[in-house]
């Protein structure tokens, strides 16, 4: 009897019990975690095998090549050969110059006409859209069309003569003709480094501005303690995608200088065209392709760094 009358007791669940009912849960969890990663690779997959196939093997290639010379091994005899050439070292020095003067002319041209044309002006869009055309224009093109204004009988020289200025030998001199291939570039960057600028600037919230005004700030300030710093991600990108597309510049140089008067167009990107097509030392153009890819890597880094230091 006294067992029948005996209280049913509620039973708690041990923790033998408890684990065995939290295995579904975490086989659930472990599933969607690795399915999830899954999914992330597959979408990653087309970037990735393109990275692969058109950046990671060409540059291993390069640096295999760059170590033969008419298919035989030679080690590191390119570099030596190229640390010793007088030749090299004034294409480097052209183009480190070219860099230093072009890079910040273009992108403070950019800057001042993305900020320009963000205003409140007449027929903005029009503007936008022919600053813009000239980057629309194939390279080859534009070269051409400059190449006939810097003729001695151009009209570059006839507007100097309208102002009662001497002509000027532009191409023909040793002494200008970088910085006219300098003239042509930025012709085409500047419209074209505008449009990401523009798209920065459009992105930062009226609010910013707003909130400046009312606290008295004026335009430079507002734009230089406000705009600027917000604008650091899109400036950034300008500034390395520039030094880059300027480093590698070669339709102008082939068009219009061939690398003279006297080598003072010879930027290095040409040199490996002229190492490699017209005196046909592959393997000495290859090193020259990996010295060049090292110079543009230590000098992104350098902006990174100097970009970062202003905090982000």
């Known amino acids: ?7 049913v007791l509620a039973r708690t669940p041990g923790k033998e019990q408890q684990a065995v009912r939290s295995r579904p849960a975490q086989r659930t969890h472990t ?29 291993g290639y390069a640096i295999v090549n760059s170590l033969e010379h008419n298919n035989h091994f030679v080690g590191l005899e390119n570099y030596r050969f ?32 993305a900020v320009l044309l963000t205003q409140g002006i007449p027929w903005r869009s029009l503007w936008r859209t022919l600053v813009f055309l000239p980057a629309a224009i194939p390279f080859i093109s534009s070269s051409i069309i400059w190449s006939m204004a810097f003729r001695p009988d151009g009209i570059l020289n006839a507007l100097l003569a309208a102002f009662h200025l001497g002509p000027q030998p532009f191409l023909t001199s040793s002494s200008q003709a970088l910085y006219c291939i300098m003239v042509l570039a930025s012709w085409i960057g500047v419209g074209y480094w505008m449009v990401f600028l523009i798209a920065g600037l459009q992105d930062i919230p009226v609010v910013y501005r707003e909130a400046a005004a009312i606290d008295g700030a004026n335009t ?16 950034a990108f300008v500034l390395v995608a520039d030094t880059v597309a300027n480093f590698l510049l070669f339709a102008p140089i082939q068009a219009l200088t061939r690398g003279g008067p006297d080598d003072s167009t010879n930027l290095l990107m040409f040199d490996v065209f002229r190492q490699a ?30 970009l970062q230091s202003g905090g982000e």
């Open 220 to 235: 430079l300030r507002t734009f230089f303690q406000i705009v600027l710093p917000l604008l650091r991600r899109p400036l």
């Open 31 to 59: 599933w969607r975690f690795f399915r999830d990663r899954l999914v992330i690779l597959l979408f990653l997959a087309p970037a990735m095998l393109a990275l692969l196939l058109f950046r990671l093997l060409p540059m």
């Open 82 to 113: 190229l640390l010793q050439s007088s030749s090299f070292w004034n294409a480097l020095k052209v183009t480190v110059l070219f860099g230093i003067i072009i890079n910040p002319l273009q992108i403070i041209l950019a800057l001042l006409v």
């Open 1 to 7: 009897m006294g067992s029948h009358n005996a209280p």
């Open 277 to 306: 097509y017209t005196y046909g030392d592959v393997g000495l153009a290859y090193s020259e392709v990996s010295i060049l890819v090292l110079v543009m890597l230590g000098i992104v880094m350098v902006q990174f760094r100097l």
